[in-house]
């Protein structure tokens, strides 16, 4: 599976940002798909994943702020950020897994290369 994650970029406080991941090689419905993120000398951090009956999770970090969507017949997974905090500052990736019923963090193998999203106060 191949994933491309595209429309990072510096942003103000407060603001919206939206990235989107194109997904290709592989059967989009096939797939647990969700975002990950990494500041600058941190972790990776699951932040949201699309369960095999459509529900979506979030991480307290970002729930109430960040949107997750997808279109499958364009087979690309959305992730809208609002309201967006200094914090929220990291490489950002979309991630795949094979499809299961429950599509936690411990579902996924494969991430794109990222994009990056900053902050700024």
């Known amino acids: 599976v191949q994933l491309e994650e595209s429309g990072g970029g510096s942003v103000q406080s407060g603001g919206s940002v939206k990235l989107d991941c194109v997904v290709s090689?592989?059967?989009?419905?096939?797939?647990?798909l969700g975002w990950f993120r990494q500041a600058t000398g941190g972790e990776r951090e699951a932040i949201a994943g699309?369960?095999?009956?459509?529900?979506?999770w979030y991480a307290d970090s970002v729930q109430g702020r960040f949107t997750v969507s997808q279109d499958n017949a364009k087979s690309t997974l959305y992730l809208q950020l609002n309201n967006l905090k200094t914090e929220d500052t990291a490489m950002y990736y979309c991630?795949?897994?094979?499809?299961?019923?429950?599509?936690?963090?411990?579902?996924?193998?494969?991430w794109g290369q990222g994009t990056q999203v900053t902050v700024s106060s």
């Open positions: 991630a795949a897994g094979p499809r299961r019923r429950i599509c936690d963090q411990r579902a996924f193998g494969a």
């Open positions: 090689g592989y059967p989009y419905s096939s797939l647990c």
């Open positions: 699309v369960n095999d009956d459509g529900s979506i």
